[in-house]
């Protein structure tokens, strides 16, 4: 710890003084005021601002996959902006089955007190991938990882997409998929059997093997299996 | 106490000369009176062991992860080189649930999710879902909520005290710290029957009003709590054994904290003055009077710090609220969302109608979406609902705070000691139930 | 000349030797008032756990504030909290891991039942893949709930007779299919049952 030089704490919402932030009452249901995002984004970028909705207060800003990267990181750099915490990254899969998947990201600008939501709509019959903006934010990490774990939409540019609440050879499917049955798509014997027979030496990954040179010291049947390319699991 | 260093020739019974023939020497030092002491080995007589770097699994069934949590370590002797976590232990489908449960229904789960925080969840999402629904709660309603979320505050950080505690090998202010909480949990049960997963709000309201006599055993324990909170500040905060394991360790950066998604104390401890209680304000949070306590150099000693600091300011807002609680109902009169009395809905036609529509239907919101954050003791707590006009929504997120706190783990402690990963897991204060939801 | 050729062990009292019954007793006396928890906390039950260890409902009255976290050394398996399917190995292999004598008390209505999860996720019920003596009731068990089932156990072990040999066996599972009890019987204890279906509308 290096106490020499002076402290200076980041003190929030400093860009933005004289505001003094207040409970949000009678938020109307549409139409309340755009963020300034909205309309910077839009002339920066034209047409990959595909639709801005305000709804309950938030403003939702629907881009295009494809310049979703360079949306990101401009929003993160630009000065005027500043959107340097990322909340969330979600998906959300409607009932309906003809209306896109949407995939969220919640942006705060810690400096300037705004909330933003993105959105990337993925059409029926799409292939479920987004690009990652890991590299923007490192908060996306696990959050992207639980995306894909759960909806089976890939991040791509992610360093290490795997899943994260289920184990690795979760054969179920995507749980939070619409078509996805609540109680999960085997009966409860058939899900005990496939967690408890889980191969019970494979307990880690085959980066973490590498790791200590374990690999010399597993057995002569494990090790030929794991050279065979049988991936291990949690 | 000096030490005089010599080199003695040592006689051993043996030949005295080592493989190549040549003289052992092995240094002793002794003190003044000549008794020789033992030493560690002093730098530069041996070579550097370079061995291979050792594989050690923590957990997930372990003391001191505060739950199933599994951390799998690269050790190059004592040192962590690497440090790779495995969460997932108890993923237990809440965010699919809900999407099969009435918003009122909801509300229970949201206490198992992060359960040492429960009434606090319970208000934040009862605001989620009465922004969602467009309706207003009442005065009252409001200053309850704020002494659900402070008292819930404490809850949480007394937990995280104590079990800190434990896991660097002091005892006693866990026991201290639980005594507390048995007050607290008095509190709650006396208003809502439930210590812990508490339930404690609905949609438009509360599942009841304070009982008589709430409100002074609440002064009560605002006067008394105080009191345990100093004596564990004087056996702690300044202990050798406590500083010496928590100082420079697990240090984030101001800039890496924000870009690691850190919030709440994490994150005020790295020097980042982000509360949602400020910032983005619920509750008339505005209203009170109380400080956001910072830290300076993003340490463990700095969070343990922040996090006895906010137990104060959870006082000093108890105190404002206790003086300020307003009389008038406590639930909306609202009857598409808050069930009517049992007395009107046997006598009037309407009042029947709408508590038929509730209990077999649920209320129903316009479709939409909002995402409401509210200041948890782990950090930025929020839940995102998608409704699509019916009883149920379409899309129930959680956005959980210890989940992207853990995820810096790695970045934490690596270059540490493995005795310090334990100090270090503790300072994040995390909770499974909400990591793996 | 063993043990029940000795003149004491001939008097018979109930069917079983004088001397049988007073060594069960000081056998069944002494672990019963012992018992070191494994505390197998994963949830909001382990809070109360806590809560029954801490100084307002001390379990340090029972014997058991010795918390054993290694399974070696450990006597009554307290498994707090619900358990999904990931964890279901490791809880196996705790259990596995303990040596006889063992006992288990499901705490809480997540452990005994699955609880309100009945979903993809959750076991239903830790007696489908580990063997259990007691079940707490409660979402969480009060720690008066949890000193009672404590208290239930104990009746339990000084009920216990050291010619009942079927007492310490250890219950292995199927080795192709790892589960010890029937898949058919699985699947009858995790249907859902009741009024639970009913409750949410949706027959879900």
Same mark, same amino acid.
């Given at each position: ?56 207060g ?15 990181s ?23 089955? +003809? $209306?896109? @998947? ?10 300037? &007190? /705004?909330? =933003? ?32 774990d ?57 980066? +973490? $093997?590498? @790791? ?10 494990? &090790? /030929?299996? =794991?050279?065979?390319?049988?991936k291990?699991?949690? | ?16 000369l ?30 550097e ?28 002797g ?8 495995h ?25 198992r ?61 866990f026991?201290w ?155 909306i009169?609202?009857?598409?969302v ?11 036609m ?37 409704s ?5 929504p ?21 270059g ?6 334990i ?15 | ?24 007793f ?17 949830a909001?039950?382990a ?51 303990m ?21 993809y ?38 009920a ?26 699985i699947d009858?204890l ?15």
């Open positions: 710890m290096n106490s020499s030089a002076p402290f200076t704490p980041v003190i929030a919402g400093s860009a933005a003084a004289g505001s003094a932030p207040a409970t949000p009452k009678n938020v109307s249901h549409r139409g309340g005021p755009e963020s300034p995002t909205a309309g910077a984004l839009r002339e920066r970028f034209g047409a990959a601002v595909k639709r801005v909705d305000v709804v309950w938030e403003t939702t800003i629907v881009v295009d996959s494809r310049r979703l990267s360079e949306v990101v401009w929003l993160h750099d630009e000065p005027a902006q500043r959107y340097d915490f990322l909340v969330d990254v979600t998906a959300v899969e409607f009932r309906d089955a +003809e $209306l896109p @998947i949407e995939v969220v990201w919640h942006v705060r600008s810690l400096p300037f &007190r /705004r909330f =933003l939501r993105l959105k990337v709509l993925i059409e029926k019959g799409q292939k479920l991938e987004v690009p990652s903006v890991w590299a923007t934010y490192k908060s996306a990490d696990w959050l992207e990882r639980e995306c894909y759960m909806f089976g939409i890939t991040f791509a540019g992610h360093p290490d997409l795997r899943r994260i609440l289920m184990w690795e050879q979760y054969r179920e499917g995507y749980p939070l998929r619409k078509d996805f049955p609540l109680r999960g798509r085997f009966s409860r014997s058939e899900q005990l059997r496939q967690a408890l027979s889980a191969n019970p030496e494979a307990r880690y990954s085959m980066d +973490e $093997l590498s @790791i200590a040179q374990a690999f010399e010291d597993l057995p002569d049947e494990m &090790r /030929r299996r =794991l050279s065979e390319g049988e291990t699991g949690e | 106490m000096a030490t005089t260093k010599r080199t003695v020739d040592v006689q051993l019974s043996t030949s005295g080592d493989a190549q023939g040549r003289p052992q020497r092995v240094p002793l030092v002794t003190d003044e009176s000549g008794n020789v002491m033992t030493l560690d080995t002093p730098p530069g007589i041996e070579p062991l370079a061995g291979d770097h050792m594989l050690i699994n923590l957990g997930p069934q372990h003391p001191a992860t505060h739950g199933v949590l599994r951390l799998v370590l690269e050790l190059d004592e040192t962590v080189v690497r440090c790779i976590p969460v997932g232990y108890l993923h237990c489908g809440f965010e699919k649930i809900g999407e099969y449960r009435q918003y009122n229904q909801i509300i229970p789960w949201t206490d999710e992060d359960y040492l925080n429960s009434p606090g969840n319970n208000v934040a999402f009862a605001l989620g879902a009465e922004r969602l629904f467009g309706i207003e709660i009442t005065a009252r309603c409001t200053v309850l909520r704020v002494m659900t979320c402070e008292l819930s505050r404490i809850m949480s950080h007394l937990v995280w005290l104590g079990t800190t505690c434990i896991d660097m090998g002091a005892f006693t202010p026991l710290a639980f005594y507390q909480r048995e007050a607290i949990y008095k509190l709650l049960e006396d208003w809502v029957g439930a210590r812990l997963t508490t339930t404690i709000t609905r949609v438009g309201g509360m599942a009841a009003d304070v009982p008589d006599g709430w409100v002074d055993q609440l002064k009560h324990f605002v006067r008394t709590f105080p009191k345990t909170l100093s004596e564990i500040d004087q056996v702690v905060t300044r202990n050798a054994i406590w500083v010496g394991r928590t100082i420079g360790l697990g240090v984030m950066s101001p800039d890496e904290a924000i870009n690691y998604g850190l919030s709440g104390p994490m994150l005020r401890a790295s020097g980042v003055a982000y509360d949602v209680r400020r910032d983005f304000p619920y509750l008339d949070y505005e209203t009170y009077d109380f400080d956001v306590p910072i830290g300076t150099s993003g340490d463990v000693y700095d969070r343990y710090l922040v996090r006895m600091e906010e137990m104060r300011q959870s006082i000093r807002i108890l105190e404002q609220a206790i003086a300020r609680l307003p009389d008038g109902p406590v639930n009169d609202d009857h598409r808050v069930l009517p009395p049992k007395s009107k809905a046997t006598s009037d309407e009042s029947m109608i709408h508590h038929f529509k509730q209990v077999m239907e649920g209320p129903r919101p316009p479709v939409g979406e909002c995402y409401v954050a509210v200041e948890s003791p782990k950090g930025e707590k929020g839940y995102y609902m998608v699509d006009g019916t009883s149920k379409v899309r129930w997120r959680i956005r959980p705070p210890s989940f992207v706190n853990l995820s810096a783990i790695p970045k934490m402690v690596e540490h000691l493995l005795s310090d990963v100090a270090i897991n503790a300072s994040i204060d995390i909770v499974m139930g909400e990591i793996d939801r | 000349m063993g043990l029940s050729d000795h003149p004491l062990a001939q008097i018979v009292q109930g069917g079983e030797p004088w001397m049988t019954t007073r060594l069960d000081l056998v069944n006396w002494s672990r019963a008032n012992s018992l070191w928890p494994m505390p197998f906390g994963t909001c039950c809070i109360e756990f806590m809560a029954a260890a801490a100084n307002k409902y001390d379990l340090a009255r029972f014997g058991m504030e010795r918390m054993s976290f290694s399974p070696r050394q450990a006597d009554v398996l307290i498994c707090a909290g619900r358990v999904p399917f990931k964890l279901a190995p490791v809880l196996r292999r705790i259990w596995q891991q040596m006889q004598p063992k006992w288990a008390i499901s705490m809480g209505a997540c452990a005994s039942t699955g609880g309100m999860f009945d979903n996720a959750v076991v239903q019920g830790i007696d489908t893949i580990m063997p259990v003596d007691v079940y707490v009731p409660g979402c969480p068990p009060r720690p008066e709930g949890l000193i009672y089932g404590i208290m239930l156990l104990q009746k339990k072990i000084m216990e007779r050291a010619s009942d040999t079927s007492l310490r066996q250890e219950m292995e599972p199927d080795p192709k299919s790892q589960l010890y009890i029937p898949p058919t019987a009858e995790s249907e859902p049952f009741g009024n639970s279906v009913h409750q949410t509308r949706s027959g879900l």
